[in-house]
């Protein structure tokens, strides 16, 4: 995808992961999704004491999109504080396959100083679970 339009998604979710609820692993992340029309829905992970009911933030940001009415998603930002270029979860992957059924979802994978990396969904799920 264009550089600018990347970048700007990238700074979304660098602004997202600010807004994280992370109390126990302290880890936040942050997810900005843009969809076909133009419009961005941003997420990030919300923990909860019951920690298996936490939602990342690739799934608060699809969330977002849904209860907004967004379809069409083209590209998803990710962004967390490591050394390496921040990666879906593989629950979030198969999440996202569902509104990119063909794995063409563009997938920025970014650090939080707004350096990031290019991907698809397809690259990092190659066989996505489908229901016939
Ligand atoms: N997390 C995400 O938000 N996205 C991912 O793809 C991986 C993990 C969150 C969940 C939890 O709040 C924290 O990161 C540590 O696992």
């Given at each position: 995808m264009d550089p600018k339009t990347a970048?700007?998604?990238v700074d979304q979710a660098i602004s997202a992961r600010e807004?994280?609820?992370?109390?126990?692993s302290k880890f936040q992340v942050g997810a900005a999704i843009l969809t076909k029309d133009g419009k961005t829905y941003q997420g990030c992970n919300i923990?909860?004491?019951s920690y298996g009911a936490t939602i990342c933030a690739e799934r608060a940001a699809v969330c977002n999109m849904i209860a907004n009415g967004?379809?069409?998603?083209i590209a998803i930002a990710i962004c967390y504080n490591a050394e390496e270029f921040a990666v879906p979860c593989g629950i979030c992957r198969q999440v996202l396959s569902e509104f990119s059924p063909k794995g063409d979802l563009t997938i920025l994978m970014a650090k939080t100083d707004g350096t990031y990396r290019e991907t698809t969904l397809s690259a990092l799920l190659p066989a996505s679970f489908k229901l016939n």
């Amino acid at each position: 995808m264009d550089p600018k339009t990347a970048q700007e998604l990238v700074d979304q979710a660098i602004s997202a992961r600010e807004k994280a609820y992370a109390p126990y692993s302290k880890f936040q992340v942050g997810a900005a999704i843009l969809t076909k029309d133009g419009k961005t829905y941003q997420g990030c992970n919300i923990e909860n004491a019951s920690y298996g009911a936490t939602i990342c933030a690739e799934r608060a940001a699809v969330c977002n999109m849904i209860a907004n009415g967004g379809t069409d998603p083209i590209a998803i930002a990710i962004c967390y504080n490591a050394e390496e270029f921040a990666v879906p979860c593989g629950i979030c992957r198969q999440v996202l396959s569902e509104f990119s059924p063909k794995g063409d979802l563009t997938i920025l994978m970014a650090k939080t100083d707004g350096t990031y990396r290019e991907t698809t969904l397809s690259a990092l799920l190659p066989a996505s679970f489908k229901l016939n």
